[in-house]
């Protein structure tokens, strides 16, 4: 809907990034042909993943893509748990001592919306799986033109190039060791959240730059209004968190490299979102009980165990010519910038960022690890680095009366992020930095095609376009391709089946079964001492292997059976196919003392609030 209003109030988009100015020569009546080309590819794209990412065949519940099969089977629990009409915010789901869930699922309680309206569920997830798709070419078309949309598209490095030698259409880069995989088949189909967080933020990437970096005199109107500017940002946390802080770091960098007005309209802009924001972080996050996972991780993935290679093969492989490229543009706008006489500003936001990175890192390794002198001296550096910065601002100033070019700006705040991205660890599993790091990626796209790129005879662009989107693309149709048939993912008449049986039941009670993610009680929206351990691990409960424990003792039958359902806050114990396969050796003492609520060809569901209240 944002996006659609911005397409409202603007022109045609004529892009700079996209292609050259028209003229009269026979094939400039063929200069939108490649954005053609492009929204069919991508019409493919989002017709093949969301139009078969559920469906029906026979009793089963299949899905396209086999990496999707956790990711998708927790947001459907979120879908389901919201349209039950449970309290918001709820407690989570799929762990028993966790009081609110944690997870920014807005996009899913949107889709329960949906659910209540009268749609149903495969028809919800296509229908908003396609219409973010349209709304992502759009804003990628208006950030950066063909390019852009390409670069999203195709992201890949050197791993697709196997295809010359074999000729088959593979995901080559969905491989346990490479960490730069297909962005629209393993984030855009599978972590839901960007299907809002992507084109809600190059919406603003592209209105902050049209308004502020674009506009000769009349700054006041741009092509969003500032109500849909503070709800796009400030809404942020309750989709993707990751997208939220790859914000923030523009905002900072812009607030740096722009003039008084563009300070002054951002320093409006965060003040306004600060309270919403924030109470959307306090609402995803446990109320701020989930535990930080913020920590110094220098590489990225290159030192973990999946991922390990050396520095240069690791960056080299996985990105390809990239590096080279995006290094080359830094290096070319940097000397710029330098001619210019423009980099006071840089260096003095550099050296202050770097002496408080050398007191707060420090720091913190010291009151983790304890004291030690090789961080006393990291603290003296930063201490004399912060002294120098100050006594150069007081004798010369910052020197940030005039805004810089576009393309230093942006340049800078995405080479902000990637540091970040590269230096510190912001989730339990290293890969989901990705989450962040794409932002780099996204917004360096148009400068790299505008100032580098197409600065290039043609031969030269259409050879470095083939180096750097050979490889996604055959990734990318090599994975449409794969599971030609579908992945079984459910029973569909053992989902049915469960959700009508538990109807009745207590929305906030707790249901001890086995731990999956496509467990048809959580299928249903119904809460279970705990989910599928990946999914707890990556939402940083680090003491789910006790509760294992004890929901497995209580599994198998233990004598004190009892006492660890009410530890556990269990009221009903399900008994179905799956706790038949894995507690195959279970005594069921509750089939003999507790109620029996509900029963069928799935399995039993046995109320034992009555023997919990008993043992208190």
């Known amino acids: 809907g944002f996006a659609l209003l911005a397409y409202l109030r603007t022109t045609d988009p004529g892009s700079q990034a996209d292609a050259p100015n028209p003229d009269k020569s026979k094939t400039s009546k063929y200069r939108n042909l490649p954005i053609w080309i492009l929204a069919g590819l991508l019409a493919i794209f989002a017709v093949r993943s969301f139009c078969w990412l559920l469906f029906v065949d026979g009793t089963e519940l299949k899905i396209q893509s086999p990496v999707n099969l956790g990711d998708l089977g927790l947001h459907i629990t979120h879908i389901s748990l919201f349209a039950n009409g449970v309290r918001l915010w709820p407690s989570n789901p799929i762990y028993v001592f966790s009081d609110h869930l944690r997870y920014p699922a807005g996009i899913d309680l949107f889709n329960a919306l949906l659910l209540k309206s009268g749609l149903s569920l495969i028809h919800s997830l296509v229908w908003v799986g396609l219409l973010a798709s349209v709304a992502t070419f759009y804003t990628f078309y208006r950030w950066g033109g063909g390019f852009a949309v390409a670069g999203f598209l195709f992201n890949g490095g050197l791993a697709g190039f196997e295809f010359l030698r074999n000729f088959k259409f593979v995901d080559y880069q969905d491989v346990n060791n490479i960490a730069w995989k297909s962005i629209p088949l393993t984030m855009f189909v599978t972590q839901r959240g960007l299907l809002y967080a992507i084109p809600a933020g190059l919406i603003l990437l592209w209105h902050w730059r049209e308004k502020y970096f674009r506009a ?36 900072m960098c812009l607030f740096v490299a722009g003039d008084p007005q563009i300070r002054g309209h951002f320093l409006t802009l965060v003040l306004s979102a600060l309270i919403p924001a924030t109470f959307f972080v306090w609402l995803i996050s446990d109320h701020f009980r989930a535990g930080s996972v913020l920590e110094f991780h220098p ?35 940097g000397w710029q910038m330098y001619q210019s006489r423009e980099t006071r500003r840089f260096e003095s936001f550099a050296t202050i960022a770097v002496g408080l990175g050398a007191l707060v890192l420090p720091f913190w390794r010291i009151a983790t690890h304890g004291f030690a002198w090789s961080w006393a001296i990291v603290i003296l550096f930063g201490v004399i ?108 008449g053992e989902v049915d089946a469960v959700g009508w049986a538990v109807r009745k039941m207590p929305l906030e009670a707790r249901f001890a079964a086995w731990p999956t993610y496509n467990h048809p009680l959580l299928l249903s929206g119904r809460k279970v001492v705990m989910g599928y351990p990946g999914h707890l691990w990556t939402q940083g409960f680090d003491e789910y292997g006790k509760t294992s424990e004890q929901l497995t003792k209580l599994m198998d039958g233990a004598p004190n059976w009892a006492d660890l359902a009410r530890t556990l806050h269990v009221r ?45």
């Not at 894995?582 to 003492?589: F, H, L, V």
Request: aromatic content about 20%; proline content about 4%.
């Open 385 to 492: 680095l912060l002294a120098w910065s100050a006594t150069r601002i007081l004798k010369d100033g910052f020197g940030w009366e005039k805004k810089l070019p576009e393309e230093a700006a942006f340049i800078f705040a995405a080479t902000a992020i990637f540091i970040f991205f590269f230096s510190i660890k912001t989730a339990p599993w290293i890969w989901d930095n990705l989450k962040l790091g794409i932002w780099a990626y996204f917004i360096v796209l148009p400068f790299l095609w505008r100032q580098l790129i197409m600065q290039w005879d043609v031969t030269i662009r259409a050879a470095v376009c083939f180096a750097l989107f050979t490889s996604g693309f055959v990734s990318l149709f090599g994975g449409l391709a794969a599971g030609e048939g579908g992945f079984g993912f459910a029973n569909r």
């Open 216 to 251: 000769s005199q009349d700054r006041q109107s741009g092509p969003l209004p500032f109500w849909v500017e503070l709800s796009l940002y400030a809404s942020m946390p309750l989709f993707h968190l990751h997208t939220f802080m790859a914000l923030s770091i523009v905002l």
């Open 299 to 333: 590489g990225w993935a290159q030192h973990d165990d999946e991922f390990k290679m050396r520095f240069f093969r690791f960056w080299f492989f996985n990105f390809g010519i990239l590096v080279p490229l995006v290094l080359t543009l830094i290096g070319l706008v």
């Open 572 to 616: 009903y114990i399900f008994w179905g196919r799956e706790e038949k396969t894995n507690y195959a050796s279970s005594t069921r003492p509750w089939e003999k003392t507790a109620t029996l609520a509900a029963s069928g060809t799935w399995g039993a569901i046995y109320d034992i609030e009555a023997i919990t209240n008993k043992h208190e």
